[in-house]
């Protein structure tokens, strides 16, 4: 999702339904080698028709290639290496219902991963 089409998102969200809380912080990520690429997590709250409701954003470098070092011996793990985009980003959207009976987030498992507001 381009951030102008996010941005519209938002602003139908409010217009429908209002807002309760809209909020970003850093979401890095990491690979296994010290490599810190700066990413974002957006996030807001509204009451929607199915109650109330959560949409985050997740913002990272495009991942271009996963470099797996593997360890010879007993038990031996392996470590990734990124090479991610200088210029381009991936953005996952995650939908989330509040459920009163765990008094937690609940993922929502939409259909074709489409969202309908």
Same mark, same amino acid.
């Given at each position: 999702m %381009?951030?102008?089409? @996010?941005?519209? %998102? ?5 217009? +429908? ?29 509204? +009451? ?23 360890h +010879? ?24 219902? @509040?459920?009163?009976i %765990?008094?937690? @987030? +609940? ?8 969202? %309908?507001?």
């Amino acid at each position: 999702m %381009t951030d102008e089409k @996010w941005e519209n %998102t938002i602003s139908m969200i409010e217009e +429908k339904f209002g807002i309760d809380e809209k909020k970003s912080v850093p979401d890095n990520l990491e690979d296994n080698f010290g490599n810190v690429f700066e990413g974002n997590k957006e996030t807001i709250i509204f +009451k929607g028709l199915l109650g109330k409701m959560k949409i985050e954003r997740i913002t990272h470098p495009l991942i271009l290639d996963k470099k797996m070092h593997y360890h +010879k011996g007993a038990g031996g793990t392996a470590e990734v290496e990124y090479k991610v985009s200088e210029t381009e980003k991936s953005h996952k959207l995650i939908p989330y219902l @509040w459920d009163d009976i %765990t008094g937690d @987030w +609940k993922e929502m498992d939409l259909p074709e991963g489409t969202m %309908t507001f």
